[in-house]
């Protein structure tokens, strides 16, 4: 309920702010017609449950997400998962594996982990993305020129089997789709047709050919479904089992996580066209609102869509009146037009869908990363990408991930540094600090500073260097005011350089920790294990306690051992 609350307090929901949400609104439900219907029957769906989809998830978007902008339904994105999850649990398996991620996705934004959603990496994003718009682009070949049905459960199966079906084209289909494809991509290019999306103008183009020509062997809404239903169904919970719950609990994780990256990408790209600021927690909870009532209405999973929510910002939408709107002209079509979509060719959608894929495919930012990112992030990006083609989206996102949390582990290790230095700088520094002491460190004291993070990839260095010091000074110094904090096996290892030089006869200081750090040397055992009074708050104290320790041990050395 914040956008609704913030939108409020703008004034949004004042009478001059009507008109521009409600133009926007039915513009956008124009929009999302042929593309809900078209993202439906591409998940192995009917269309009117992609209706269904896009009127009960975008109702509940707007109502109780994080960002006033987003509109929600069936997207692009899902395809490759929903389309898998259909194939093997059918129909009724996919809406549980929704209603399931609904649940997840109402967790994560209860418990907060909408900001950690944010942190996939770019090649991840972009590897993943593209391969989906592959996929989408050759699996609508076969509704593209009207090939028969082909067998194959993996992508260069299907890709082979679709070539050697080409030849079997068929001629009216392809003919249909052809002049679809140049009309929506064609007619924002005209200027009398520019204020009417494209796919609306290729949907009633090409349904009026069909209906009006008739060609055999075209394959339409009502030939492969039986034409629309009038109106939303009833709401009805789906035969869940526990059987049922447990096997579809990693799909419904995927489309779980992977709902929440395009619904949080969709929200920063709005907010970055409009200069408003989303709430990413709260557009999770929206986005489990959404998912949970959809498939109790005969819909399936919903996110936020990229592209009808920049086109809600463009033509003036600033409110969730906006979504609203959207959702109703949807209903409106449901009620008054649904005998009409009888004649609507899937040729038609399919051309609908390579338009979908190649703007998701972003081919130049696709280039520009191969040439002009880091080696390392571009190997990212074409392991994702590969990976989402020939095997599936969890794995790619999976690898990705954990590739790119390696490589970022591996730079961080590479940029924590401890450095020997000279005592004669130390005491340059400590002269500085205007302190009463004496600005001359004891002889024999040998200092070393940690400067980055203390954590597991960097202890292996940190430990060799403490350890190896190539002498056996009198007292070994450990200034960690560069250390911002440190993990439970950088505490660990740090214990045990003090304990090995200590059984060396070697005393070690620790000086300057911030309180964090301090804090967890405390409770970690770490400054039990140094003794009492070696560790020093400031540089000023450092001279009295490596002097101290410097002259205990000087006492030692002359007494007989």
Same mark, same amino acid.
């Given at each position: 309920?914040?956008a609704?609350?913030?939108?409020?307090?703008?004034?949004l929901?004042?009478?001059?702010?009507?008109?521009?949400?409600?133009?926007?609104?039915?513009?956008?439900?124009?929009?999302?017609?042929?593309?809900?219907m078209?993202f439906?029957?591409?998940?192995?769906?009917?269309?009117?449950?992609?209706?269904?989809?896009? +009127?009960?998830?975008?109702?509940?978007?707007?109502?109780f997400?994080?960002?006033?902008?987003?509109?929600?339904?069936?997207?692009?994105?899902?395809?490759?998962?929903?389309?898998?999850?259909?194939?093997?649990?059918g129909?009724?398996?996919?809406?549980?594996?929704?209603?399931?991620a609904?649940?997840?996705?109402?967790?994560?934004?209860?418990?907060?982990?909408?900001?950690?959603?944010?942190?996939?990496?770019?090649?991840?994003?972009?590897?993943?993305?593209?391969?989906?718009?592959?996929i989408?682009?050759?699996?609508?070949?076969?509704?593209?020129?009207?090939?028969?049905?082909?067998?194959?459960?993996?992508?260069?199966?299907?890709?082979?089997?679709?070539?050697?079906?080409?030849?079997?084209?068929?001629?009216?289909?392809?003919?249909?789709?052809?002049?679809?494809?140049?009309?929506?991509?064609?007619?924002p290019?005209?200027?009398?047709?520019?204020?009417?999306?494209?796919?609306?103008v290729?949907?009633?183009?090409?349904?009026?050919?069909q209906?009006?020509?008739?060609?055999?062997?075209?394959?339409?809404?009502?030939?492969?479904?039986?034409?629309?239903?009038?109106g939303?169904?009833?709401?009805?919970?789906?035969?869940?089992?526990?059987?049922?719950?447990?096997?579809?609990?990693?799909?419904?994780?995927?489309?779980?996580?992977?709902?929440? +990256?395009?619904?949080?990408?969709?929200a920063?790209?709005?907010?970055?066209?409009?200069?408003?600021?989303?709430?990413?927690?709260?557009?999770?909870?929206?986005?489990?609102?959404?998912?949970?009532?959809?498939?109790?209405?005969?819909?399936?999973?919903?996110?936020?869509?990229?592209?009808?929510?920049?086109?809600?910002?463009?033509?003036?939408?600033?409110?969730?009146?906006?979504?609203?709107?959207?959702?109703?002209?949807?209903?409106?079509?449901?009620?008054?037009?649904?005998?009409?979509?009888?004649?609507?060719?899937?040729?038609?959608?399919?051309?609908?869908?390579?338009?979908?894929?190649?703007?998701?495919?972003?081919?130049?930012?696709?280039?520009?990363?191969?040439?002009?990112?880091?080696?390392?992030?571009?190997?990212?990006?074409?392991?994702?990408?590969?990976?989402?083609?020939?095997?599936?989206?969890?794995?790619?996102?999976? +690898?990705?991930?954990i590739?790119?949390?390696?490589?970022?582990?591996?730079?961080?290790?590479?940029?924590?540094?401890?450095?020997?230095?000279?005592?004669?700088?130390?005491?340059?520094?400590?002269g500085?600090?205007?302190?009463?002491?004496?600005?001359?460190?004891?002889?024999?004291?040998?200092?070393y500073?940690?400067?980055?993070?203390?954590?597991?990839?960097?202890?292996?260095?940190?430990e060799?260097?403490?350890?190896?010091?190539?002498?056996?000074?009198?007292?070994?110094?450990?200034?960690l005011?560069?250390?911002?904090?440190?993990?439970?096996?950088?505490?660990?290892?740090?214990?045990?350089?003090?304990?090995?030089?200590?059984?060396?006869?070697?005393?070690?200081?620790?000086?300057?920790a911030?309180?964090?750090?301090?804090?967890?040397?405390?409770?970690?055992?770490?400054?039990?294990?140094?003794?009492?009074?070696n560790y020093?708050?400031?540089?000023a104290?450092?001279?009295?306690?490596?002097?101290?320790?410097?002259?205990?041990?000087?006492?030692?050395?002359?007494?007989?051992?």
């Open positions: 309920m914040i609704l609350r913030e939108a409020w307090l703008a004034g929901f004042r009478r001059g702010n009507w008109l521009p949400n409600i133009v926007s609104g039915v513009i956008v439900g124009v929009v999302a017609l042929p593309l809900a078209a439906a029957i591409a998940s192995g769906a009917k269309p009117e449950q992609g209706l269904y989809t896009a +009127i009960v998830a975008g109702l509940a978007v707007s109502l997400g994080g960002s006033r902008l987003q509109i929600a339904g069936p997207t692009g994105a899902f395809i490759v998962v929903l389309s898998a999850v259909t194939a093997r649990h129909i009724d398996g996919l809406q549980i594996a929704t209603l399931m609904g649940l997840i996705l109402l967790a994560m934004g209860l418990t907060r982990l909408g900001s950690v959603i944010r942190f996939v990496p770019a090649p991840v994003i972009v590897g993943f993305t593209a391969g989906i718009g592959v989408i682009f050759v699996g609508q070949w076969r509704d593209f020129f009207g090939l028969p049905p082909v067998a194959g459960e993996h992508f260069h199966e299907k890709l082979w089997h679709l070539l050697q079906a080409l030849p079997q084209w068929h001629p009216a289909t392809t003919a249909l789709a052809l002049g679809s494809l140049a009309l929506v991509v064609g007619a290019r005209v200027r009398w047709l520019r204020r009417i999306p494209g796919p609306l290729a949907l009633l183009v090409a349904t009026a050919v209906a009006l020509f008739r060609f055999d062997g075209v394959a339409t809404i009502g030939t492969a479904f039986g034409g629309l239903p009038r939303l169904p009833v709401p009805a919970l789906p035969d869940i089992t526990l059987a049922r719950v447990l096997e579809l609990a990693g799909p419904a994780f995927t489309i779980a996580m992977l709902g929440a +990256i395009e619904s949080l990408l969709s920063v790209v709005a907010d970055g066209m409009a200069g408003t600021r989303h709430d990413s927690n709260q557009e999770l909870v929206g986005q489990g609102i959404a998912n949970i009532l959809a498939p109790l209405f005969g819909g399936f999973a919903a996110t936020g869509a990229i592209a009808r929510t920049a086109t809600n910002i463009r033509n003036g939408g600033n409110s969730p009146l906006a979504g609203v709107v959207h959702a109703l002209t949807l209903v409106m079509v449901l009620l008054f037009l649904a005998p009409l979509a009888a004649s609507v060719p899937l040729a038609t959608l399919a051309a609908i869908l390579f338009v979908v894929a190649y703007n998701m495919s972003e081919g130049r930012q696709f280039a520009r990363m191969v040439r002009r990112a880091p080696r390392a992030d571009v190997a990212i990006l074409l392991i994702t990408f590969t990976l989402t083609v020939l095997t599936d989206l969890v794995v790619a996102v999976n +690898i990705g991930v590739l790119a949390m390696l490589q970022f582990l591996r730079r961080m290790s590479a940029s924590v540094e401890v450095a020997r230095q000279d005592v004669v700088d130390v005491e340059r520094e400590l500085d600090t205007g302190a009463g002491l004496p600005a001359r460190m004891p002889p024999g004291v040998l200092v500073a940690i400067d980055g993070p203390f954590f597991f990839g960097a202890v292996e260095a940190c060799r260097a403490l350890v190896q010091t190539h002498t056996e000074p009198r007292v070994l110094l450990i200034r005011g560069r250390v911002p904090f440190m993990d439970m096996t950088g505490l660990q290892t740090l214990e045990a350089v003090i304990v090995t030089l200590q059984k060396r006869g070697v005393p070690v200081v620790l000086a300057e911030n309180e964090r750090v301090r804090e967890k040397l405390a409770r970690a055992g770490v400054l039990a294990a140094l003794g009492e009074g020093v708050d400031s540089l104290q450092v001279v009295q306690r490596c002097g101290e320790l410097a002259s205990e041990d000087a006492g030692e050395g002359d007494a007989p051992r």
